[in-house]
């Protein structure tokens, strides 16, 4: 049998689309389902509750340092569940981050943004 659906299945659905596609009977891709899964994200993933990384959180919003410290990433809480934050916006300067969490179309509430604002002032360069 061939493979169906499409072969670069990343766009609808990653890897579990695409294995679901192909020739594999269900012990092969329950296999492959629980490698994928260990190889995934770690406890302390960026947009975990237990990210070690968090800076800054006040409501919904929160900002974090990515793993190799490069950027600085603002999360938004999507609900409840393993990874429950979402990043909103990602940027490559402190300096900046001020601009960024003021602005409109980020959504952010006024009081969150002076919450997350007075938190990182108080975190070292």
Not at 29 to 37: C, F, M, N, R, S
Not at 41 to 54: L, Y
Not at 70 to 89: D, E, F, H
Not at 92 to 105: E, F, G, M, N
């Amino acid at each position: 049998m061939a493979a169906t659906g499409n072969p670069a299945g990343m766009a609808t659905g990653g890897v579990k689309a695409f294995i679901k596609a192909s020739e594999f009977d269900g012990r092969q891709y329950k296999q492959i389902a629980k490698q994928h899964k260990k190889k995934s994200r770690s406890p302390h993933h960026e947009t975990s509750d237990n990210n070690p990384n968090v800076i800054a959180e006040s409501g919904n919003h929160r900002v974090v340092r990515c793993s190799s410290d490069v950027q600085l990433i603002v999360q938004v809480r999507s609900g409840s569940g393993r990874w429950p934050w979402v990043a909103i916006a990602y940027v490559l300067s402190a300096s900046r981050l001020p601009d960024v969490l003021q602005r409109r179309s980020m959504g952010i509430p006024a009081e969150d943004v002076a919450a997350l604002l007075a938190q990182l002032r108080e975190v070292p360069a």
